[in-house]
């Protein structure tokens, strides 16, 4: 690799046909932190700014091929995985990454939509917990999605202290917890455990509908990792690029939601 040539990260995630989340967003983050941005599709979705209409998830011999077509070429610094439809699916991507071994795996633990409904099945829930959390470097999981994968509620400051330090027994090997569910006054705490250190990131709560957050902070970890920072530096990091890109965001489609603006995101003030 030439010193000209930037890392690679890849991305095994779905595709949103808005351009607001998924893959889509996962690239603009990539390419905003000078990283190569590659992909796995592991969904693809009709999706704008209200809703999602049809979802169809390719056969598993094709996201198979696409992961090993990519790991056969380049030199992958960080792996984040988004939407993973199912069970067989979540265990495909844990082979593949058990035989890879990439060095940095960040996890972004999609499974529940914006309305609060529960996008995985009790099986793909399993094999979360069973088969991805033992290989994440990093797990990024807002409220609800760290609610479903203890099996129980969080409610306050001291609920999600104590859900962080759970989720690391559960064999992840660091968790960012978002804070943009939990109500904690006008701003939002994200908390960073990695069985060692505490770290609590916190931001002015903004009056926005945002999409496509998760998808690109979990991106942006990832990048920061490729860039070489630690993992709770790459956290702050990458915290601070989504507070920028959503005070900048705008709104492309014909509702109130906003996407992020990746080009301003990428200039800190």
């Known amino acids: 690799m030439s010193p000209s040539t930037p890392v690679s990260a890849l991305t095994i995630a779905g595709s949103d046909s808005g351009g607001g989340a998924g ?24 999706q ?20 090993d077509a990519c790991f056969d070429d380049f030199d992958i610094h960080a792996v984040k995985l988004g939407m993973l439809a199912n069970a067989e699916v979540i265990h495909l991507v844990a082979d593949a990454l058990e035989q890879r071994r990439p060095p940095q795996i960040v996890i972004d ?12 099945e009790d099986s793909a829930l399993r094999a ?11 797990l990024t999981p807002n409220t609800p999605e760290a609610e479903l994968l203890l099996g129980r509620s969080i409610n306050n400051a001291d609920d999600a202290e104590d859900a962080a330090a759970a ?22 705490i994200d908390r960073y455990f990695d069985g060692v250190s505490r ?46 890109g959503l005070q900048g965001g705008y709104h492309p489609g014909r509702s109130e939601v906003m996407v992020l603006d990746h080009f301003g995101a990428a200039r800190p003030a």
Do not use: W
Request: hydrophobic residues 50%.
């Open 23 to 46: 893959i889509q967003a996962d690239l603009k983050a990539f390419a905003a932190h000078r990283v190569h941005g590659l992909s796995a599709i592991t969904a693809l979705t009709a």
């Open 48 to 67: 704008h700014t209200r809703g999602v209409t049809a979802v169809h998830v390719p056969p598993l011999e094709f996201l198979r091929a696409q992961i």
């Open 109 to 120: 633990p999609v499974m529940v939509a914006t309305s609060g409904a529960k996008l995985l």
């Open 128 to 138: 979360m917990r069973e088969r991805l959390l033992p290989l994440a470097t990093l």
């Open 167 to 188: 989720l690391l027994d559960m064999g992840a090997g660091a968790v960012l917890l978002k804070g943009g569910h939990l109500l904690e006054g006008s701003r939002v």
């Open 199 to 244: 770290e609590e990131f916190s931001h002015v709560r903004l009056p926005v509908d945002a999409h496509g957050t998760g998808c690109t902070l979990a991106s942006a970890i990832a990048a920061q990792l490729c860039c070489g920072l630690s993992l709770a530096n790459a956290c702050e990091a990458a915290i601070d690029y989504v507070a920028r």
